[in-house]
């Protein structure tokens, strides 16, 4: 019997690829209903699918495709339809989205083919089952999102983006590569069955590890290697952009959990190390660099790589957690980065929603030239402010929860028998609560700037609502951003399977406490009640509200604000906003600082103020390799240049060279 789930998940992706081909033929405004009428159906599909399989036994499937007398395996398991679930109800909403934002592109005919091949390229990534079905998605992924990331080929800035990116995309697919040839090296095959039953030696382990941060950080967004996502995201139509950082970044995530957790074998301690490091360093660093921008699609950007740095600590916990036989622990600090996960594609889409919206309406994405926007959209700066709330983790939003338990599994770690972790694992926690103040500030400041206050600029004062398909998807994932909030339980007790099947540990039932309080731990130790705190939140506001229409003055008093001539410039923006922390933290990290330039008294020259700023990364990183690479390039270029004989010189050498190492590895 054929199992039913895997073939239903496998012919929808098909009609995935089928609509890619409609997508491709059709030509005119009727394209576009078309094609994203049509994913929006085949997501609902999935998701629904995905929701039910994570409680169903595994299927797998095996299809005459691929490497000949091999064939392409498929399973769909609980990690796999968790993050099938997160996929598809974030495609969902861009697709639904994109219905009424999609009649704004210039040319859809650079979208439209594209667009259905990356969501079955995601799909096809979470249930491929053996290491040439994985790469090959993986691959097909990368090539989608570049093409829809070129699809405003024209902009001075995309070409460049799209550069970087592949570039970027290829490093990490040929780490990949390297990693899956040394996992199925040892296992002498490439199914992922037979990849887990064969382990790796210390040694090698460590070089997989590696490679696995390499080629799953790079995607994901992992400091250093992020420098392709702050160009690619805002250079995408926006509810492409919505997808590759609410959503491919979560495909690469489950590409690290799987390889790490399900094919490496048991992990030892140190494994969880790295992935501690560079979360905090990137969830420090991500905020901070979103907080120097002003542009609004590179902020939110930004910010993705802070959340990137998030579920990356608490990785690292359950790692450490699971190598030291805390297998509760371990199930909490996993439960944490998958509720963060699916956190961060609800209410990061409907930010990037947000943002498309701004640009739709005004033309305009630069901060500096926006303001007072909730005038003329409403709905949206609803949608935008609920969604900012979650992300800057206060209650009884969606995000607080999920960073709330990466806080209770940071206080568990004094049960870690080894002292190194136990020393930094409240490093790493001091980080992530400077990320969580910082990103507090970074969304008060983009929203205040962008829909607050008075217009800085004649295309703010032109802003109009956005069609129904886009408020619909907008609020629709505000409306969910509460519901988790309100409700985690809900998803927590959802996410077992999940961390049984990779820790062998489980949380507490959730949704049985009363109250709806979720009590990650037990009672004794901590506890959450969203629903408690909602309930209060409103009660005081409404007793607030009343307290004032009652006795508060009703006299109506109307004047003109005196701004010394300038109403309008008079008021913070988002430069101005941002200057007290850059002044803090972006001296040390960024060697920030401002020249004055103040002309002398009498003088009808104004005064200018330039601002100076150093990313550490590029210069630091990239340049000395983009230099040592154009000098390596320079010596090499005589090579072609050489004899004949010279050249089968060389092959000769090489093939005893390769001769020797294939007699010693023997």
Not at 49 to 64: G, N, Q, R, Y
Not at 336 to 354: D, E, I, P, Q
Not at 484 to 493: K, M, N, Q
Not at 590 to 613: K, N
Request: charged fraction near 10%; include cysteine.
């Amino acid at each position: 019997m054929q199992p039913p789930m895997m073939l239903a998940a496998l012919l929808c992706i098909l009609g995935l690829l089928a609509i890619a081909g409609i997508g491709a033929a059709l030509k005119g405004d009727r394209a576009t209903p078309v094609v994203y009428g049509g994913t929006a159906v085949v997501s609902l599909v999935l998701c629904a699918l995905s929701l039910a399989a994570i409680l169903a036994p595994a299927e797998t499937l095996v299809l005459p495709l691929g490497i000949p007398w091999i064939g392409a395996h498929f399973r769909l398991d609980a990690l796999s339809a968790a993050f099938l679930t997160i996929v598809n109800l974030g495609s969902l909403g861009a697709s639904v989205y994109a219905v009424g934002y999609g009649r704004h592109e210039d040319d859809p005919a650079r979208v439209l083919p594209f667009y259905p091949v990356f969501l079955a390229a995601m799909n096809l990534v979470i249930i491929a089952d053996d290491a040439y079905s994985f790469l090959f998605a993986w691959e097909l992924m990368s090539l989608a999102s570049w093409a829809l990331v070129m699809a405003r080929h024209r902009a001075a800035e995309t070409a460049r983006a799209g550069y970087i990116y592949l570039v970027m995309a290829s490093a990490g697919t040929f780490a990949l590569l390297l990693a899956f040839g040394l996992l199925g090296g040892s296992a002498g095959g490439d199914t992922f069955a037979t990849i887990a039953a064969h382990p790796l030696p210390p040694g090698l382990a460590a070089l997989a590890l590696a490679l696995v941060f390499i080629g799953a950080g790079s995607k994901a967004g992992l400091v250093p290697l992020h420098v392709w996502l702050p160009l690619a995201h805002p250079a995408a139509p926006s509810h492409v952009s919505a997808l590759m950082s609410g959503v491919m970044t979560k495909v690469a995530i489950y590409a690290f959990i799987r390889i790490v957790f399900d094919l490496m074998g048991t992990p030892s301690w140190w494994w969880g190390v790295p992935a501690i490091v560079l979360g905090s360093v990137t969830a420090a660093l991500g905020i901070l660099y979103a907080l120097m921008e002003t542009d609004l699609k590179r902020v939110l950007a930004y910010s993705t790589i802070e959340n990137i740095g998030i579920i990356f600590i608490a990785i690292g916990l359950a790692l450490a957690f699971k190598a030291s036989g805390l297998a509760a622990a371990a199930a909490l600090a996993l439960t944490a980065a998958l509720f963060h996960a699916f956190n961060h594609m609800l209410f990061k889409s409907v930010l990037f929603f947000g943002a498309g919206s701004v640009i739709a309406g005004t033309g305009e994405q630069d901060m500096e030239k926006l303001g007072g926007l909730i005038h003329g959209m409403p709905y949206g700066a609803a949608a935008f402010l609920v969604a900012s709330l979650a992300i800057s983790a206060l209650p009884p939003f969606n995000g607080f929860a999920s960073e709330w338990l990466v806080f209770q599994s940071i206080l568990v770690s004094p049960h870690l028998d080894r002292m190194g972790l136990k020393l930094l694992v409240p490093a790493a926690g001091v980080l992530l609560a400077l990320a969580a103040a910082l990103a507090a500030a970074c969304f008060i400041r983009a929203f205040g700037t962008t829909y607050l206050g008075r217009p800085r600029s004649a295309a703010a004062t032109r802003a109009h609502e956005a069609d129904r398909w886009s408020l619909g998807a907008m609020i629709g994932g505000a409306a969910l951003c509460l519901l988790a909030g309100i409700f985690p339980g809900f998803v927590i007790d959802w996410l077992q399977p999940v961390c049984t099947l990779l820790t062998g540990g489980r949380m507490p039932p959730q949704a049985s406490i009363p109250w709806l309080s979720i009590e990650p731990i037990s009672a004794s130790r901590s506890s959450y009640n969203g629903l408690v705190i909602c309930l209060f939140l409103l009660a005081a506001g409404s007793l607030t509200a009343a307290v004032i229409h009652r006795f508060a003055s009703r006299a109506v008093r109307r004047a003109p604000a005196w701004g010394c001539g300038y109403p309008a410039a008079a008021q913070y923006s988002a430069t101005s906003l941002a200057q007290p922390l850059r002044r803090v933290f972006g001296a040390v990290v960024f060697a920030a600082h401002e020249d004055v330039s103040m002309p002398a008294p009498g003088d009808t020259a104004p005064a200018r103020i330039t601002r100076y700023m150093r990313d550490p990364v590029w210069a630091f990183g990239y340049a000395p390799l983009a230099k040592a690479v154009e000098f390596a390039a320079a010596r090499l270029n005589r090579v072609q240049f050489l004899t004949i004989r010279t050249y089968l010189s060389f092959v000769f050498v090489t093939l005893v060279l390769l001769l020797a190492v294939l007699a010693v590895w023997a």
